[in-house]
């Protein structure tokens, strides 16, 4: 019995160790604790209080698998219903589909009875305001000043960690050995409107199989989207290799050959069937945390720092 976890997942970890220890399943935990990161108004990349695009609105993705049934359900540029991992599950276990994107997502998030509501904090929005580096954004409605933005913006956003590698990630192992994997996010800070990123992407931002493992990403969603990290992770495990092996090849696809890996920020929490854990990143000085059986409290461990494109 585990669970791992980002950083910022710490505060889920409680509600989620106590499920698993009266004998919850992987998939209640690892939803369970999702939803504690999404109610945290100071948490700026998960949920409610999340920073909103460019425009001014919050747009949340966010994706549950189960590594038993290998069901899967995801939500992208979800807006006004803070559960976008409970919107994930109810698309999992009511739909035929994996992912609802924007009004649809909203639509069905209605649907299933959940109440609608404002998710943009005046915290968050003074900062939207202030834009980055003290650069006030110039919004308006024209295409070509949005897209001016964006330019402007991305620059600043792929230097800075903190706005770009926000996103909670959590993977359990249950009592019976079955895995679950959860990541929510309100995705890159001033994104263009609309723009999902590779957390609700099934493969890219998290994946799970009981006969496996799973893995989970934060960071810069585009590099995970094209080179379905997550899926990766998962089949080097089959292929024989060793958590961090399959961790390490993953990551080296990251990026193309000509590529600089200093603009490339990604970070990884993995796990194996056996209950192994690892975290990876791209930069230094980041931490995971984990509660694993026998243990009274979660532990706060480094993750091993890796240079996307190296074997
Ligand atoms: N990894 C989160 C995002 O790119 O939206």
């Not at 019995?1 to 505060?11: E, K, L, P, Q, V």
């Not at 299933?112 to 929005?125: K, N, V």
Request: with cysteine.
């Amino acid at each position: 019995m585990i669970i791992i976890a980002s950083t910022n997942g710490a505060i889920g970890i409680p509600q989620a160790w106590e499920i698993l220890e009266q004998g919850g399943t992987a998939l209640d935990a690892v939803e369970a604790a999702t939803r504690i990161v999404e109610d945290n108004p100071d948490d700026h990349t998960v949920g409610y209080g999340g920073y909103p695009n460019l425009v001014g609105d919050v747009e949340l993705d966010a994706s549950i698998m189960d590594g038993t049934t290998l069901q899967a359900g995801a939500v992208g540029a979800l807006r006004g219903y803070r559960y976008a991992i409970t919107v994930a599950r109810r698309v999992m276990e009511e739909l035929p589909h994996v992912m609802l994107a924007g009004e649809g997502a909203a639509r069905f998030a209605a649907e299933m009875g959940m109440q609608s509501e404002h998710l943009l904090t005046e915290q968050a929005a003074q900062v939207w305001r202030a834009g980055i580096d003290g650069q006030q954004p110039t919004i308006s409605a024209s295409q070509t000043a949005l897209l001016d933005e964006l330019r402007r913006h991305t620059a600043n956003l792929t230097s800075d960690p903190e706005r770009v590698s926000g996103t909670v990630n959590f993977i359990a192992q249950d009592r019976t050995g079955h895995i679950a994997s959860a990541v929510s996010t309100s995705g890159w800070a001033w994104k263009y409107p609309g723009r999902v990123g590779d957390s609700p992407v099934i493969g890219a931002g998290n994946y799970a199989d009981d006969r496996y493992g799973a893995a989970a990403c934060t960071g810069w969603g585009e590099l995970a989207i094209r080179a379905g990290t997550t899926r990766c992770v998962v089949l080097y495990l089959k292929l024989g290799y060793t958590l961090e092996e399959a961790c390490h090849a993953a990551f080296a696809d990251l990026i193309a050959p000509h590529e600089d890996p200093g603009t490339a920020i990604m970070s990884m929490v993995a796990l194996d069937r056996h209950g192994n854990h690892c975290a990876v990143s791209t930069s230094s000085g980041r931490t995971y945390v984990y509660q694993a059986a026998g243990m009274t409290n979660l532990e706060e461990l480094p993750r091993l720092v890796i240079t996307p494109g190296q074997k």
